[in-house]
Nanobody
Framework: QVQLVESGGGLVQAGGSLRLSCAASGRTFSGYALAWFRQAPGKERDTVAA????????YYADSVKGRFTISRDNAKNTVYLQMNSLKPEDTAVYYC????????????????WGQGTQVTVSS
């Protein structure tokens, strides 16, 4: 069993930065892709960024390219999301998740999820 716990969310003004962390316990996730998703009220859960098993491959949604950076530290069983130049439209609950197998960016390709952390960006 894998447990994922996100942290680092909060309230920030537009243009500010936050760094989200997601720590895993139980079985390690070094052999799996990891990703960050977000869900705003009344909207579907969207993919924000994903990273391959060894960190060599990454994916970013167009809306966050150039502003967000995903990274991972397999020795610490932790994945990060550095968010810069935040905008009010980035407001959402952010979730980290572990991939089922191989490489994917869709939510249904991820099987273990954290409980989410709220990010609120004020204008």
């Amino acid at each position: 069993q894998v447990q994922l716990v996100e942290s680092g969310g909060g309230l920030v003004q537009a243009g500010g930065s936050l760094r989200l962390s997601c720590a895993a316990s139980g079985r390690t996730f070094s052999g799996y892709a990891l990703a960050w998703f977000r869900q705003a009220p009344g909207k579907e859960r969207d993919t924000v960024a994903a990273i391959s098993r060894n960190g060599g491959g990454t994916y970013y949604a167009d809306s966050v390219k150039g502003r967000f950076t995903i990274s991972r530290d397999n020795a610490k069983n932790t994945v990060y999301l550095q968010m810069n130049s935040l905008k009010p439209e980035d407001t959402a609950v952010y979730y980290c998740a572990r991939g089922r197998a191989g490489w994917g960016t869709r939510p249904d390709e991820y099987d273990y999820w954290g409980q989410g952390t709220q990010v609120t960006v004020s204008s």
